[in-house]
């Protein structure tokens, strides 16, 4: 949450809000080995799912505006991009010199 992180004063340089596009956390989501024991003791897991799905792409879209508010970068990840390209974007947005990157 942005909001807390601006409370310890962190600097913009320092922080970054990494979100998924919707189709990309459920895509994901769907994958992993634990989300069935989640939903198996709702009456419906398939609309159980979609609950949860929606619940999180609204939380991810509040802390995009809360940082784009308190004037920390965003950026959203529909998984297009190699992670590299990915790394190299959060390192832009960080302003990153490059004996500070990591190698993916």
Not at 2 to 31: G, I, N
Not at 34 to 39: C, E, H, Q, S, T
Not at 73 to 83: A, I, M, N, R, Y
Request: aromatic share 8%.
């Amino acid at each position: 949450m942005p909001h807390l992180v601006k409370e310890l004063e962190c600097q913009a340089s320092s922080y970054l809000c990494l979100t998924p596009t919707a189709d990309f956390q459920k895509k994901h989501y769907r994958q992993r080995e634990w989300v069935p024991y989640v939903l198996e003791g709702t009456t419906n897991p398939e609309q159980a799912f979609e609950n949860w799905m929606q619940r999180d792409i609204l939380f991810a879209q509040m802390v995009r505006k809360e940082a784009m508010k308190l004037g920390y970068p965003s950026l959203v990840t529909d998984g297009s991009q190699p992670e590299n390209q990915t790394a190299e974007e959060v390192a832009r947005l960080l302003k990153l010199s490059n004996k500070n990157r990591i190698n993916i």
